[in-house]
């Protein structure tokens, strides 16, 4: 009777252990606002760091059809750098239960101190400071994978285009009956 107690006890542990949402922020995440969603993945030495690239944007290109850039970086020469596949998030180190370190801010071209730390299975809460005086944080939420951005369609070929219609037939002459 002990050792079936005690196996149900282990067991039960094990199950709940199992069901407890793991605290890898690893994965797809949109962001608060959903203009982006964020690759999340291991990196650096043993893999032991985050890093995190952006691997989708609401509104791909800019007013004229080009790709959005970085265009605010304050490094003139990575101005041009598209947003697509950017790396925003490079080797954020493990810190008890969440990940820290520095995070690019495309926006503002900035970047800022930031913890990275999963709220639950689908949440990933994104803590960040400015000179450890100006501090935010907002909650980003897990997405399924996606390996790129979907090819974009100019508007002008977005609609497929209807087929031609075919010529009006010309109209048969008339005849009159004789009397």
Request: hydrophobic share 35%; aromatic share 4%.
């Amino acid at each position: 009777m002990r050792v079936a107690l005690t196996s149900a006890f282990l067991l039960s542990g094990l199950v709940a252990a199992a069901a407890a949402p793991s605290k890898d922020p690893s994965g797809t995440w949109l962001t608060k606002d959903g203009r982006a969603k964020i690759r999340i993945d291991h990196c650096g030495p043993n893999s032991a760091n985050i890093c995190g690239k952006v691997v989708w944007l609401k509104t791909p290109t800019t007013e004229t059809g080009a790709p959005r850039t970085d265009a605010k970086n304050p490094d003139p020469k990575k101005r041009l750098r598209p947003v697509i596949g950017l790396q925003l998030i490079e080797g954020l180190a493990p810190d008890e239960e969440k990940f820290s370190g520095d995070i690019y801010n495309i926006d503002e071209g900035k970047i800022y101190q930031v913890s990275l730390e999963r709220e639950s299975g689908s949440e990933l809460s994104v803590s960040g400071c400015l000179l450890k005086v100006l501090c935010g944080s907002e909650t980003w939420t897990r997405v399924p994978d996606v390996n790129q951005q979907a090819a974009v369609t100019p508007a002008s070929e977005a609609a497929p285009k209807p087929a031609p219609k075919p010529a009006a037939k010309p109209a048969a002459p008339q005849v009159e009956a004789k009397k």
